[in-house]
């Protein structure tokens, strides 16, 4: 893990699955993030807590897509009050959620559900709900 910091978290976790809808009806097909990806690389994605764009509590260091869906690695940070709470949270179960957020650049609709093929992936935050259900993280490391 590069530049693993003292007091950081590691963790990781699917920020994205395959062919699941989530509770909005939204979709995402395999290589949905691939364009994304290979433009910003995982440095270039956001790790918030709750989607607050001023509540930046880490980095992400490894996203890849793989045979079930978006993976991430990543590190939450001790260098800021908001950060060290996502880090508790994380630390006593509290909060396990990952959720994407995004700009739609290529979709289809399917009855009720929104196909996503491709989108501009700007951020994957720390949630206590995630509109992916399965869309989970835990620990890695010694911290886990």
Same mark, same amino acid.
């Not at 949630?127 to 992916?132: D, G, I, Y």
């Given at each position: 893990?590069?530049?693993r910091?003292?007091?950081?978290?590691?963790?990781?976790g699917?920020?994205?699955?395959w062919?699941?809808?989530?509770?909005?009806?939204?979709?995402? %097909?395999?290589?949905?993030?691939?364009d994304s990806?290979?433009?910003?690389?995982?440095?270039? !994605?956001?790790m918030?807590?709750q989607?607050?764009?001023r509540?930046? !509590?880490?980095?992400?260091?490894?996203? !890849?897509?793989?045979?079930?869906?978006?993976?991430?690695e990543?590190?939450?940070e001790?260098?800021?009050?908001?950060?060290r709470y996502?880090?508790?949270?994380?630390?006593a179960?509290?909060l396990?959620?990952?959720s994407?957020g995004?700009?739609a650049?290529? %979709? *289809?609709?399917?009855?009720?559900l929104?196909?996503?093929?491709?989108?501009?992936l700007?951020e !994957?935050?720390l949630?206590?709900?995630?509109?992916?259900p399965?869309a *989970?993280?835990?620990? *890695?490391?010694?911290?886990?």
């Open positions: 893990m590069k530049g910091e003292k007091g950081a978290l590691a963790i990781q699917y920020a994205s699955l062919g699941v809808a989530d509770l909005n009806g939204d979709v995402t %097909a395999r290589g949905v993030f691939a990806l290979a433009r910003t690389g995982a440095g270039g !994605v956001r918030l807590h989607h607050e764009s509540a930046v !509590v880490g980095v992400w260091d490894r996203m !890849v897509e793989d045979e079930r869906g978006l993976w991430v990543g590190r939450i001790d260098w800021s009050a908001e950060a996502a880090a508790a949270l994380t630390r179960g509290a396990d959620g990952l994407i995004f700009r650049t290529k %979709a *289809r609709r399917d009855g009720r929104r196909v996503l093929s491709a989108v501009e700007w !994957v935050s949630v206590t709900f995630p509109m992916l399965g *989970r993280f835990g620990m *890695r490391g010694p911290d886990a």
